[in-house]
């Protein structure tokens, strides 16, 4: 099978490595010419491909869009301040281009930030956008729905928690800050193993259409799961304060064990890994 996927970084390249290894032929795509060589080193076919909110900017990369799957990581960008109306366009002119290639199948990696950070557990059908906890869940919400209003290809949304493992986890970014809030709040994350299994575990059982929650079993709270990781890392601990605001949020996985059967290498986010 021929799986372009658009956004090869810190998720996109490590699948792209592990879908190469299963025998499917890896297109992928990276921002600068610079990254483009480590494409190529790893035995992608590679292309240097721009989103913008005018359209997608890649010289040469018509071939990019002729295959069977596209996986769909462009992150929204946080911190931006027209993330509402720049995000959807980007999706906007992707999908232009998906249309124009062979792309038969599109899984979008989407966020647990479509929901609400109150009202305790929270399912597929709980995404609401004038409830989603930040700009960016908007932006995302907004584009999940184009995507499953398109026709011509199926969709797959997959709504990663936060995301962590290797060189990438979330006790460095609170590592020695004090005075912080939410201590009761609960985590919902997922390793980087977990998220390159479950799209392989779509790949193979050829689940093209639905929306589900990639996020782990496990959710402890800020407090326990943050100090507990500084220990482990041998890293200064944060400290928390006594101020929760509510924030008890817990997004369920039951849907992705249902259908897909699915274990999770890594349930527990306290269970320390690489």
């Not at 956004?7 to 025998?23: F, K, V």
């Not at 076919?45 to 996986?71: C, H, P, R, T």
Request: positive net charge; glycine residues 8%.
């Amino acid at each position: 099978m021929k799986i372009s996927i658009l956004g090869c970084g810190w998720l996109g390249m490590p699948l792209g490595n592990h879908l190469q290894n299963q025998g499917h032929f890896i297109k992928g795509s990276t921002t600068s010419r610079e990254k483009q060589s480590i494409l190529k080193r790893n035995g992608f076919e590679s292309y240097v491909i721009k989103a913008g909110k005018q359209g997608i900017i890649g010289e040469n990369s018509d071939a990019f869009w002729k295959s069977d799957v596209l996986f769909l990581n462009i992150p929204p960008g946080r911190r931006r301040k027209d993330v509402l109306e720049r995000y959807p366009r980007q999706i906007h002119h992707t999908l232009e281009k998906v249309r124009e290639g062979t792309v038969n199948w599109v899984i979008f990696a989407s966020s647990t930030s479509v929901y609400s950070n109150f009202g305790g557990v929270v399912s597929e059908e709980d995404a609401d956008i004038k409830k989603a906890s930040s700009a960016s869940g908007q932006a995302l919400i907004t584009s999940e729905e184009k995507l499953m209003e398109s026709t011509g290809f199926d969709t797959t949304i997959l709504r990663f928690g936060g995301l962590y493992g290797y060189e990438r986890h979330p006790v460095n970014y609170l590592s020695g800050r004090k005075n912080l809030d939410k201590a009761d709040k609960p985590v919902n994350l997922i390793h980087q193993d977990d998220c390159i299994k479950i799209v392989d575990e779509l790949l193979r059982q050829d689940i093209r259409t639905g929306i589900f929650n990639a996020v782990s079993d496990g959710h402890p709270p800020r407090k326990e799961f943050y100090q507990s990781a500084a220990r482990h890392f041998s890293l200064p601990a944060p400290v928390f304060n006594n101020k929760n605001n509510g924030h008890n949020k817990i997004v369920s996985n039951q849907r992705l064990k249902d259908v897909l059967g699915y274990q999770f290498i890594y349930p527990n986010p306290m269970d320390h890994t690489p």
